[in-house]
């Protein structure tokens, strides 16, 4: 026996049934999955620190979705705020890299 204890994809258990296993779930409160979501959130961005991969990128993406979704946002929303603030405060194409701020003298 493996135990995971950790959230996973809606199709993990009948993916795991095909194997020819048994998968022991329950379904999360709304207040334990904005929890599991926040650590799977962690546990996705080390993966692709890890390696760097579009895979793991795409299922930190995957992760902030159902981050957005679970606190009441719609992806609409998700991506009118993402670029509103482009907009106004720029996106992070031209690498640049802030190394101090001096206060001018007046």
Known sequence: ???????????IPEIIEKSNK????????QEEYLSELD???NEECEEYQADKSLEELADMLE???AIAEAR???LAELEQVR?????????F????YLEYVEEKNE
Request: charged share 35%; net charge positive; glycine share 4%.
């Open 22 to 29: 048994k998968a022991i779930t329950h379904t999360l409160t």
């Open 39 to 41: 650590r799977k959130l």
């Open 63 to 65: 992760v902030m979705y």
């Open 83 to 91: 670029a509103e603030k482009a907009e106004k405060r720029g996106r």
């Open 72 to 74: 009441g946002y719609s």
């Open 1 to 11: 026996m493996i135990v995971h204890n950790k959230l996973v994809r809606d199709k």
């Open 93 to 96: 194409a031209d690498r640049i």
